[in-house]
């Protein structure tokens, strides 16, 4: 039996989260934790799967997307802020601990709540951004380049060059984006192809272009990619961000010494006890993983990991939904097998 998507939503003091959630209130609870610039709706593959096998699977819109508050300042949208999120979320599902599944930006959530409240989570699993990166700001990751590829005179950022345009012409990035929100989420969301390995990454040339789409002021309007996203699924994105705007999105780029700082105060360390999951996006060219260093933290400080490789690009739970679920499925009989449903 397929199991039914429905929304809803909690409230606070601080903060509102709207979410979707599938399968009995009584499974297991699993939280899907989305990245830029997408929705509640990019885990739709495996809230149906994993609501059919008897887990609770929940998906909230992240700060500053879909029907969840939003924010005008930039730290707004720093990792401390959006963890305390997560768990009030968890609270209000009357929860004390969850599997947490993250991508993109919503990795180093997962990953700050793994680190920073173990006592919340029971098993962690990410998509294609490895621990001990992305959440500790760019002063991390930077080192981590792989200069063959990226030779620092032509990029200082390397792949992340991407987030240094952010830094330097925040206003031009979001007008870039909120100009045609429809066009830019279809010219976005594409599958991954082989054949781009230890070549410069799109992300890299976003600087010396002067922005995402070059000379052009708004995303050019390109073909859907049917094996990533349908037009109902898109026309959703679409609206979502005409709605909020690019803002928030935007933001979470802004935030690298606070995010610093925060992860500074993880527990035991930086390192994580808990089963940890990775998902490795082999034809991911932003967050290269298999020639680069980008993961060798994470063999480092996650001391239970699983890594499975997945031939995809970046929009993995969209390219790849069955595998995906399949891996999370392996995953968490194996190594948690005291969260199986019964």
Known sequence: MISTITEHATRSERHTTSYLSAGPKDGPLVIFVHGWPELSLSWRHQLRAMGSLGFHAVAPDMRGYGRSSIYSQHADYAQREVVADMIELLDALGQEKAIWVGHDWGSPTVWNIASHHPERCQAAANLCVPYYTLERGMDAFLPL?????????????????????????????????????????????????????????????????????GDL???????????????????????????????????????????????????????????TLFLLGEYDYTCECVHSRLAEPMQTYCRNLTTINIKSGHWMAQEKPAEVNAALAKWLVTAVPESWPG
């Open 217 to 275: 002021k708004e995303a050019p309007d390109v073909p859907r990619d049917g094996d990533v996203v349908s037009e109902e699924d898109l026309n959703i994105y679409a609206a979502a961000l005409v709605r909020n705007g690019f803002f928030g999105p935007d933001s979470y780029y802004m935030n690298h010494e606070l995010n610093a700082e925060y992860a500074a105060e993880a527990l035991n360390d930086g390192y994580i006890d808990l089963p």
């Open 145 to 213: 380049v792989d200069r063959e590829t990226y030779p620092v005179d032509q990029f200082p950022a390397g792949q992340w060059e991407y987030m240094r345009f952010y830094e330097e012409n925040f206003d031009i990035a979001c007008a870039d984006f909120d100009a045609n929100p429809l066009n830019t989420v279809k010219a976005l969301f594409r599958k991954g192809k082989p054949g781009g390995e230890k070549k410069p990454s799109l992300t890299s040339m976003v600087r010396k272009n002067g922005g995402w789409f």
